[in-house]
């Protein structure tokens, strides 16, 4: 962090900017990027005045006080810029980028579905199959708009099925059972 320390209408003393500078470089733990910290100590008749700019990661944080004693003004401006700082990255945090939230989603649905087994049964139906002839099969396919339909063959007792293609026309699996 780059800080800088000016005085205005007093004398510097070392032992003020150090303060400063040790209390400005615990913020230091908030800021994920480089940042820049200028602190302006003045005095006006019997006030001290603390003032900090912060700017970090495209944004600036401003707070000002006055107090009787400069090591509180200090104080009392590092705690409004510590809140500030806080409330912005929470912020952050909340607003992140569309293309970082869908690689998030995308990344929770691949767990769940590595936690979950991958072929999963998700309804159980009994039939009994009717014994019916081809033609009869595709005929009632036709009258109830289904996509297939399963029976079983009345010449050879085998199970077969009987769906329509994406074409138009019909297709058979028949089974040896």
Known sequence: MKISVTF??????K?????A??????????LDAPAEAHIVLSVE???????????????????????KDVRLAIDKCIDKIEKQVKKQKE????????????SEEKAEEMLEAEESPINKVMETRKM?????????AIME??????????????SSENVSV???????????IETNS
């Open 162 to 172: 009987v769906y329509r293609r994406d074409d138009g026309n019909y297709a058979l």
């Open 128 to 136: 009994i199959l009717k014994p019916m002839s081809l033609d009869e």
């Open 21 to 30: 500078e040790e209390k400005i470089g615990k913020l230091k733990k908030y």
């Open 45 to 67: 008749k019997f006030r001290n005045m603390v003032e900090i700019n912060l700017s970090s990661n495209g944004w600036t944080i401003n707070a000002k006080e006055k107090d």
């Open 8 to 13: 205005r209408n007093t004398e510097g003393e």
């Open 91 to 102: 912020k952050n945090r909340k607003r992140k980028p569309v293309s970082i939230r869908h």
């Open 141 to 154: 396919i036709e009258e109830t708009k289904a996509g297939f339909i399963i029976y079983r063959d009345s």
């Open 15 to 19: 032992a003020q900017k150090d303060y």
